[in-house]
């Protein structure tokens, strides 16, 4: 259990990741106290509470999901929340609703003299409930009411009241997702450190609609009881917002799982050796015609293998049609100085090292023809990022070293962008781009890219 002074609402390292939100994993009472203990010091803060229905609406509307994502504190609400982490392999901690949050927050006001004010409901409602709670804690402070019922153009006298009043906190009670773009759209004119979105729980502690029985509550069965209570209102939010809110669990579970990236990667790894393999068979005339051309010329060895960098720094032996001469890597120091790319690469259009039949299978790509060999093998993949040489690896710094976190392929964005012609700054961007979006849609599309590539040469030296 966290000792209460060294809580912190506001921190990262308190939050559970879940639906592209980060949800406070915290107790209930020390949630209250640190609250209070924050508006108290004049922290500003905006609480806004996250559950099936809130997740629902975030998927629909891009203005409450960046609100909610915008606040200084999610808090969990509800066993559906509760069940999407379990799905998702992580947890959070107590049910942290508003219903049940609010007189833990009054309780520890009306200890620390933090003044509340209520705004929300039909007329009445929010004072009745304030009532109650005064009731319940003597000393609390009651800075002011207002019910929710008020047109845009009393915003202004409505937050000028607020501001008169010397509450430390504010509790909006207007309901999803209205009062989250309300507090959105006037928190930097409003001078009350700590607001919070807290739904309809007004009604609750009003006595206008009563609270479930505790043994549905602790089911996680409230919502059946709100939906008996409001047949009509709720119906469509809890029969069919379920189901949905279940779909969108599952899909997060999906990806935070990483079973969407193992199918992803095992699939891509399918393709790759039935590809591979067609290939090689379709090929063989060419290969063997390339093999021959390249040993009557010079009698060396056809192939030439070098020593590459692949998926999470993993060395390999590439295979390549050897399109130079035999003491090419020799001659590679004398040459230095005629580099025509930066310092990473070296690249000559004009190299003298090329063979005649290395000229020809170079602009066509043909001296690639074996890495199919390494694709059928699985050191590397018909589409990812092109392999990286040992040296090309010591010089990588900050987001360059995102590039080894795919399988290296035979062909990438920037091998059907202009290749030699790219600089290596730019090749970085775009193999981490391609890393970032990769699908089976995605390597189709650079495949059929490649083609034309190849045909047209450009940056093919």
Same mark, same amino acid.
């Given at each position: 259990? #966290?000792?209460?002074?060294?809580?912190?609402?506001?921190?990262?390292?308190?939050? $559970?990741?879940?639906?592209?939100?980060?949800?406070?994993?915290?107790? !209930?009472?020390?949630?209250?106290?640190?609250?209070?203990?924050?508006? &108290?010091?004049?922290?500003?803060?905006?609480?806004?509470?996250?559950?099936?229905?809130?997740?629902?609406?975030?998927?629909?509307?891009?203005?409450?999901?960046?609100?909610? @994502?915008?606040?200084?504190?999610?808090?969990?609400?509800?066993?559906?929340?509760?069940? =999407? =982490?379990?799905?998702?392999?992580?947890?959070?901690?107590?049910?942290?609703?508003?219903?049940?949050?609010?007189?833990?927050?009054?309780?520890?006001?009306?200890?620390?003299?933090?003044?509340?004010?209520?705004? &929300?409901?039909?007329?009445?409602?929010?004072?009745? =409930?304030?009532?109650?709670?005064?009731?319940?804690?003597?000393?609390?402070?009651?800075?002011?009411?207002?019910?929710?019922?008020?047109?845009?153009?009393?915003?202004?006298?409505?937050?000028? =009241?607020?501001?008169?009043?010397?509450?430390?906190?504010?509790?909006?009670?207007?309901?999803?997702?209205?009062?989250?773009?309300?507090?959105? @759209?006037?928190?930097? @004119?409003?001078?009350?450190?700590?607001?919070?979105?807290?739904?309809?729980?007004?009604?609750?502690?009003? /006595?206008?609609?009563?609270?479930?029985?505790?043994?549905?509550?602790?089911?996680?069965?409230?919502? +059946?009881?709100?939906?008996?209570?409001?047949?009509?209102?709720?119906?469509?939010?809890?029969?069919?917002?379920?189901?949905?809110?279940?779909?969108?669990?599952?899909?997060?579970?999906? #990806?935070?799982?990483?079973?969407?990236?193992?199918? /992803?990667?095992?699939?891509? !790894?399918?393709?790759?050796?039935?590809?591979?393999?067609?290939?090689?068979?379709?090929?063989?005339?060419?290969?063997? &015609?390339?093999?021959?051309?390249?040993?009557?010329?010079?009698?060396?060895?056809?192939?030439? !293998?070098? $020593?590459?960098?692949?998926?999470?720094?993993?060395?390999?032996?590439?295979?390549?049609?050897?399109?130079?001469?035999?003491?090419?890597?020799?001659?590679?120091?004398?040459?230095?100085?005629?580099?025509?790319?930066?310092?990473?690469?070296?690249?000559?259009?004009?190299?003298?090292?090329? $063979?005649?039949?290395?000229?020809?299978?170079? #602009?066509?790509?043909?001296?690639?023809?074996?890495?199919?060999?390494?694709?059928?093998?699985?050191?590397?993949?018909?589409?990812?990022?092109?392999?990286?040489?040992?040296?090309?690896?010591?010089?990588?710094?900050?987001?360059?070293?995102?590039?080894?976190?795919?399988?290296?392929?035979? +062909?990438?964005?920037?091998?059907?962008?202009?290749?030699?012609?790219?600089?290596?700054?730019?090749?970085?961007?775009?193999?981490?781009?391609?890393?970032?979006?990769?699908?089976?849609?995605?390597?189709?599309?650079?495949?059929?890219?490649?083609?034309?590539?190849?045909? /047209?040469?450009? /940056?093919?030296?």
């Amino acid at each position: 259990m #966290r000792q209460n002074h060294d809580f912190d609402p506001k921190s990262e390292s308190l939050d $559970t990741p879940l639906f592209d939100l980060s949800l406070l994993d915290a107790s !209930r009472r020390e949630t209250a106290d640190a609250l209070v203990n924050l508006a &108290g010091q004049g922290v500003p803060m905006v609480v806004n509470f996250v559950n099936a229905h809130c997740v629902n609406l975030a998927n629909q509307r891009d203005d409450y999901a960046a609100t909610l @994502r915008d606040s200084d504190a999610l808090l969990p609400d509800g066993s559906g929340i509760r069940l =999407a =982490a379990r799905l998702a392999g992580t947890h959070t901690g107590d049910n942290l609703n508003g219903t049940d949050l609010f007189p833990h927050i009054c309780e520890h006001a009306a200890a620390r003299g933090a003044a509340i004010f209520l705004i &929300g409901g039909s007329p009445g409602i929010a004072a009745a =409930a304030a009532a109650a709670m005064q009731a319940r804690f003597p000393n609390l402070i009651i800075a002011g009411t207002q019910h929710g019922y008020f047109s845009d153009s009393e915003n202004d006298a409505v937050v000028d =009241a607020i501001n008169a009043s010397g509450a430390a906190i504010l509790f909006v009670g207007f309901g999803v997702p209205r009062q989250e773009l309300w507090i959105a @759209r006037h928190r930097d @004119r409003i001078d009350v450190p700590l607001l919070l979105g807290v739904g309809g729980l007004f009604d609750y502690y009003s /006595g206008r609609i009563p609270r479930a029985p505790l043994l549905l509550r602790r089911l996680g069965c409230e919502w +059946t009881w709100r939906l008996w209570q409001e047949p009509r209102r709720l119906a469509r939010r809890y029969l069919l917002g379920n189901l949905v809110f279940v779909g969108h669990a599952l899909r997060h579970a999906y #990806r935070a799982t990483g079973l969407a990236a193992n199918i /992803g990667a095992s699939i891509k !790894r399918g393709v790759d050796i039935a590809a591979s393999a067609l290939l090689l068979l379709l090929l063989v005339p060419v290969l063997l &015609g390339v093999a021959l051309a390249i040993k009557i010329e010079d009698r060396g060895p056809v192939l030439f !293998r070098q $020593t590459r960098i692949g998926w999470n720094g993993r060395p390999f032996t590439m295979l390549k049609f050897r399109s130079m001469h035999i003491d090419a890597e020799a001659r590679r120091a004398a040459l230095l100085e005629q580099n025509e790319r930066d310092s990473v690469c070296f690249k000559m259009r004009r190299d003298p090292r090329i $063979t005649r039949v290395g000229a020809v299978i170079r #602009r066509f790509s043909l001296d690639e023809l074996p890495q199919i060999i390494n694709v059928l093998i699985g050191d590397m993949s018909l589409v990812g990022p092109r392999p990286a040489l040992p040296s090309e690896v010591a010089t990588y710094a900050g987001r360059s070293w995102q590039r080894l976190g795919g399988k290296p392929g035979i +062909t990438c964005i920037w091998q059907v962008s202009g290749r030699a012609e790219i600089a290596f700054e730019q090749q970085v961007e775009m193999d981490i781009a391609y890393l970032g979006v990769r699908s089976l849609m995605t390597d189709v599309g650079l495949l059929l890219r490649t083609i034309p590539a190849v045909i /047209g040469g450009r /940056g093919a030296y």
